[in-house]
């Protein structure tokens, strides 16, 4: 068995990875809180604002694995500044592409063109960060501690989704395309931030002999968390996408009405994943397939329950109770495929739980608005039933390796 390792940085890279993520993800973010509003000035239709947000998932999905192997083979710092760099650059692009857009409006296609090309190229990028900052983590933390670690990441995500689109809705008015601009100089900060604070390793697979490892979606030690992350993935991308669906259908609300609470309800759920990444953080001996078991039930109970709704503070409480649960399952699963595989092959499994991922972002909202045709409360149902399936799978896996 290989048991090489990466060395051990002098001072810890969590609070830099922490806020990379953070300011990431805000920037992922503000981008799909003023899509609509460019879409509508720049004369496109609905579709094309989906196809662009789709774009960066699809790229996600193709490229995550191969940023990870990357990392394992170069560095972890190396490809952090890589990814950061042309996050930065496309998202530049963008907002200059817009910005001129704006002013003296392109064809169609162009404008189409343009807006799926960069946000393909900022998931492309973003790709290499996310599964990184993982396998940094992995490196730096022992085995059985990891979720901790692994829940301030969540954490910064969560409230990065939360803050990105709040903070993109209070510029806007000021300028769509400043906004971007704005946007833009975030993965600028955090590569700076990188460049600065992050020690740099070895490379965990620096001097290995041999061909070099990589990692199968089939691998036996990955089946756990790789369900649990495109079960989870799916599971709240199909919520997020029917929400405003189900609150003018269900609730019998106007348009606005149903995107105000389709608002309120998207908080809730940023809401419950701080709260719950918190406990993971404070309870660190419970082992990842644990809170896998109870976040899954949690989750599954709170998302059939909003099948039931029928008023408002129903659906907000379901949706605070399911992403509760999720805030459990999130850090768990990339702490438990960590934990899984060796020293050198960190960077291959942290890219593979990403593709897997984004697997479930691309795939939960086209499932999920064929569900929702079939009726309003199917995707609900069916989302409790995946994740109760989870769960029993999860207690399974707890009990074979206790």
């Known amino acids: 068995m290989h048991t ?9 890279a969590l609070p830099a990875l922490v806020f990379t993520v953070f300011v990431g993800t805000m920037a992922m973010m503000a981008f799909v809180a003023v899509v609509g509003p460019i879409v509508r000035l720049l004369g496109l239709a609905e579709w094309h604002a989906g196809l662009s947000v789709s774009a960066a998932g699809v790229l996600l999905i193709l490229s995550a694995r191969r940023w990870g192997r990357l990392s394992d083979w ?11 760099a042309g ?16 002013r003296a409006p392109p064809a169609v296609l162009v404008s189409v ?21 993982m396998a940094t983590i992995a490196d730096e933390m022992p085995a059985g501690v990891r979720s901790a670690a692994m829940a301030k990441l969540g954490t910064a995500s969560a409230v990065g989704m939360v803050v990105g689109p709040a903070v993109a809705g209070w510029i806007a008015p000021h300028g769509i395309a400043f906004t971007l601009y704005i946007a833009a100089a975030l993965p600028l900060l955090s590569l700076a931030v990188v460049w600065s604070r992050l020690p740099d390793t070895t490379p965990a697979d620096a ?10 979606y089939a691998d036996h030690r990955l089946r756990l968390p790789l369900c649990a992350v495109f079960a989870a ?13 189900f609150a003018i259908d269900r609730l019998q609300l106007s348009p606005a009405e149903g995107a105000r609470v389709a608002g309120l309800a998207l908080t809730a759920v940023g809401i419950g994943l701080i709260l719950a990444q918190s406990l993971v953080m404070r309870f660190k001996a419970v082992p990842p397939a644990r ?22 503070w129903q659906l907000l409480l379901a949706y605070g109770v399911a992403a509760f649960g999720m805030g459990f399952v999130f850090p768990s699963f990339q702490a438990l495929a960590a934990d899984s595989v060796e020293s050198h092959e960190q960077g291959a499994a942290a890219g593979t739980v990403a593709s897997v991922q984004g697997m ?37 896996h707890a009990r074979r390796q206790a």
């Open 113 to 133: 063109a343009m807006l799926v090309a960069t946000r393909a190229l900022i998931g492309l990028f973003w790709a290499a960060v996310s599964p990184t900052a």
């Open 360 to 396: 479930g972002m691309v795939a939960g909202p086209l499932l999920g608005t064929l569900l929702y045709r079939w009726s309003p409360a199917v995707p609900y149902v069916c989302v409790g039933a995946v994740l109760v399936g989870l769960s029993l799978f999860a207690a399974l």
């Open 87 to 102: 996050y930065a650059i496309v998202y530049i692009v963008m907002a200059v592409f817009v910005d001129s857009a704006l």
């Open 74 to 84: 170069i560095g972890r710092r190396r490809v952090l500044l890589i990814g950061l």
């Open 291 to 312: 809170w896998i078991t109870i976040g899954a039930l949690v989750s599954g109970l709170g998302f059939a329950s909003a099948a039931l709704v029928a008023m408002e």
């Open 233 to 245: 993935m799916a599971s709240v991308s199909i919520a997020q996408v029917v929400v405003g669906f």
């Open 4 to 12: 090489a390792t990466t060395a051990r940085p002098t001072a810890s």
């Open 207 to 216: 001097g290995r002999a041999g061909p070099r490892p990589t990692l199968a």
